[in-house]
């Protein structure tokens, strides 16, 4: 089984969207052998996804309501194959946390083949959550197709 880990601040908006849109995607394309998770860096274990970031990703059938946030650990990176944060500060936290995992963290834009960072939407409208969510869409899919390329080749 492979590993991907997807991290942010509070693990209630951003990382927990990307973890909904990655399974739905590999769900969509019959993927099996992937297991997609997330946490942060922050978080306070057990809080719910953000109400904006479940109605963002309602949108396309894909259930948030049940996502409680998890506390990022050096055992949670040690046991992924690939690590993707949402800022480049989100990167050096985790990077500091265990840096012998550098081969395998990267942002989500970095990963996808982009510069920048994903802003955080927490206190925003729904609006904001619905175009970052389509964000993380959209590099999701580029950072998957990598990731599985890459599985094929080794």
């Keep these: 089984m492979k590993r991907i880990l997807f991290v942010c601040t509070g693990n209630t908006c951003r990382s927990s969207m ?3 849109i990655c399974s739905d995607l590999l769900l969509k394309q019959g993927v099996e ?4 998770s ?4 922050y978080a306070l274990s057990g809080s719910p ?6 109605d963002a990703l309602s949108d396309w059938g894909i259930d948030l309501s049940g996502h409680r946030a998890r506390l990022l650990t050096p055992e949670l990176i040690a046991e992924a194959d690939l690590v993707l944060t949402m ?8 990077l500091e946390m265990a840096p012998e995992a550098k081969e395998k963290v990267f942002t989500l834009t970095e990963y996808a ?7 955080d939407p927490i206190g925003k409208p729904l609006f904001f959550y619905r175009q970052y969510a389509e ?3 959209r590099l999701c899919q580029m950072a998957l197709a990598r990731f599985l390329s890459d599985e094929e080749k080794s």
């Design 87 to 94: 800022t480049s500060g989100q990167k050096a936290a985790v």
């Design 33 to 36: 052998g992937v297991n997609v």
């Design 18 to 20: 990307a973890e909904g």
């Design 38 to 41: 997330s946490a942060g860096i």
């Design 135 to 137: 964000e993380i869409r």
């Design 113 to 119: 083949g982009f510069g920048g960072d994903i802003p």
């Design 49 to 54: 996804a953000s109400p904006e970031a479940i």
